[in-house]
């Protein structure tokens, strides 16, 4: 029999649209998928030449569980020259991606019973990795812009609070959190004493000339109960590589390494040589990406706001747009109703052959998911077959 900890969890809802639009495709549909979050970019080439010269110079056996050093070192440049945050080496451990980083952390600070806020909408994985840990997730929604609610934050805030889930900018939403809101977080965690998981892994993608607040910058008693999670999947096009860290106050720091040496061990040696070089010399490419993201972003939004029934709140980073379409629910469609966004999806999917998330699967039910790390050539197309798709209901 299975274990009720698997048992009372729920599969990841974005993998299994993933591999049901691949079973779609190998059936020979044309199916242009907006449901994954993964930059259609090839990694740089000097990332993939420093792999390369990694494997034939022979680094393919165990690195150290955290690390190899010249990677832990680079990443703590790299935190002081873009976050203005100082970490020592034996504060970063690199891990399997950041996925593995954020249930790293988890494991480290969560006892069983302990409250862990996320506010919503939030990424899928965050509610299953807390309540695999042994925690209690309370899910706290953020205001009509998707900013942080410090209102309904504060009111949440128990004895059992243990930490909280940030992520800016935010998948599904594209909202990036403000500084206020940031340091007021911040001086909550210090006075109610939880950590705060800042997921930073989109913090190069930030478009309208804002910039990323890294909430351990904010204050000496706010970097103690932080911890910072990032990697190269959306920042460089490194998704395959699973190359993400993060960087914890010490005790912290210790307990996730031992804890990664008895689950995964080192993150793949060569792959951590090959991150290196992306960190030290990846800039250009960031710049190049960046800008291509915010023209996408762009007309995205512009083109999905224009779409009958539709609306959404522009996004201020990562590469989603968040549409509320709840003016669909209870619509009837040859001969089927639509119930809510995963009706609408599947209308979509089946109609337009095209795939977008439901927002039940972020907790907006009212909601869709729109990911734009896709061709201009595709996002017209798509966005094209949508909008013939809607106008049948006439509104």
Same mark, same amino acid.
């Given at each position: 029999?299975?274990?009720?900890? *698997?048992?009372?969890?729920?599969?990841?809802? $974005?993998?299994?649209?993933?591999?049901?639009?691949?079973?779609?495709? #190998?059936?020979?549909? &044309? *199916?242009?998928?907006?449901?994954?979050? /993964?930059?259609?970019?090839?990694?740089?080439?000097?990332?993939?030449?420093?792999?390369? /010269?990694?494997?034939?110079?022979?680094?393919?056996?165990?690195?150290?569980?955290?690390?190899?050093?010249?990677?832990?070192?680079?990443?703590? #440049?790299?935190?002081?020259?873009?976050?203005?945050?100082?970490?020592?080496?034996?504060?970063?451990?690199?891990?399997?991606?950041?996925?593995?980083?954020? %249930?790293?952390?988890?494991?480290?600070?969560?006892?069983?019973?302990?409250?862990?806020?996320?506010?919503?909408?939030?990424?899928?994985?965050?509610? /299953?990795?807390?309540?695999?840990?042994?925690?209690?997730?309370?899910?706290? @929604?953020?205001?009509?812009?998707?900013?942080?609610?410090?209102?309904?934050?504060?009111?949440?805030?128990?004895?059992?609070?243990?930490?909280?889930?940030?992520? $800016?900018?935010?998948?599904?939403?594209?909202?990036?959190?403000?500084?206020?809101?940031?340091?007021?977080?911040?001086?909550?965690? +210090? /006075?109610?004493? %939880?950590?705060?998981?800042? &997921?930073?892994?989109?913090?190069?993608?930030?478009?309208?000339?804002?910039?990323?607040?890294? +909430?351990?910058?904010?204050?000496?008693?706010?970097?103690?109960?932080?911890? +910072?999670?990032?990697?190269?999947?959306?920042?460089?096009?490194?998704?395959?590589?699973?190359?993400?860290?993060?960087?914890?106050?010490?005790? +912290?720091?210790?307990?996730?390494?031992?804890?990664?040496?008895?689950?995964?061990?080192?993150?793949?040696?060569?792959?951590?040589?090959?991150?290196?070089?992306?960190?030290?010399?990846?800039? #250009?490419?960031?710049?190049?990406?960046? @800008?291509?993201?915010?023209?996408?972003?762009?007309?995205?939004?512009?083109?999905?706001?224009?779409?009958?029934?539709?609306?959404?709140?522009?996004?201020?980073?990562? %590469?989603?747009?968040?549409?509320?379409?709840?003016?669909?629910?209870?619509?009837?469609? &040859?001969?089927?109703?639509?119930?809510?966004?995963?009706?609408?999806?599947?209308?979509? !999917?089946? @109609?337009?052959?095209?795939?977008?998330?439901?927002?039940?699967?972020?907790?907006?039910? &009212?909601?869709?998911?729109?990911?734009?790390? @896709?061709?201009?050539?595709? !996002?017209?197309?798509?966005?094209?077959?949508?909008?013939?798709?809607?106008?049948?209901?006439?509104?």
């Amino acid at each position: 029999m299975l274990s009720q900890r *698997i048992l009372n969890m729920e599969p990841s809802a $974005t993998n299994a649209l993933f591999d049901r639009v691949a079973k779609l495709r #190998e059936a020979g549909e &044309d *199916i242009i998928s907006f449901n994954v979050g /993964e930059p259609d970019f090839i990694t740089p080439d000097i990332v993939r030449d420093a792999c390369k /010269e990694a494997l034939d110079a022979g680094k393919t056996k165990y690195a150290p569980v955290t690390g190899v050093g010249p990677l832990k070192e680079a990443i703590c #440049e790299k935190l002081w020259r873009d976050n203005q945050v100082h970490y020592d080496p034996d504060q970063i451990c690199i891990s399997t991606g950041a996925k593995q980083a954020v %249930f790293n952390s988890l494991m480290a600070i969560c006892d069983p019973g302990d409250e862990i806020i996320v506010p919503t909408p939030c990424w899928v994985s965050y509610v /299953e990795m807390i309540k695999l840990a042994g925690g209690i997730p309370v899910l706290v @929604e953020t205001d009509e812009v998707f900013q942080l609610d410090m209102k309904k934050i504060k009111e949440s805030l128990t004895d059992k609070t243990k930490g909280i889930i940030i992520d $800016t900018p935010n998948n599904p939403t594209g909202a990036c959190y403000n500084r206020e809101s940031l340091l007021e977080l911040g001086n909550l965690a +210090v /006075e109610h004493d %939880f950590y705060i998981i800042a &997921d930073e892994v989109y913090e190069t993608l930030i478009y309208d000339g804002n910039v990323h607040v890294c +909430v351990a910058s904010l204050g000496e008693d706010i970097y103690e109960r932080s911890i +910072v999670v990032n990697g190269l999947s959306k920042s460089h096009a490194m998704t395959g590589w699973r190359v993400g860290y993060t960087a914890a106050p010490k005790p +912290v720091a210790k307990g996730i390494a031992a804890l990664q040496s008895h689950m995964t061990s080192n993150s793949t040696t060569f792959v951590q040589w090959a991150a290196v070089e992306a960190l030290k010399n990846g800039a #250009e490419f960031i710049a190049q990406m960046h @800008e291509e993201f915010e023209r996408r972003r762009n007309y995205v939004y512009e083109t999905v706001n224009a779409l009958p029934g539709i609306t959404c709140v522009k996004p201020g980073g990562a %590469f989603y747009v968040m549409a509320d379409v709840s003016s669909y629910f209870g619509k009837e469609i &040859d001969g089927n109703v639509i119930k809510d966004s995963v009706d609408f999806c599947n209308y979509l !999917l089946n @109609e337009a052959k095209v795939a977008i998330m439901p927002g039940k699967a972020f907790w907006a039910p &009212d909601t869709v998911r729109i990911a734009y790390p @896709e061709s201009m050539e595709n !996002l017209q197309e798509g966005l094209g077959r949508i909008r013939k798709a809607l106008e049948r209901f006439g509104i």
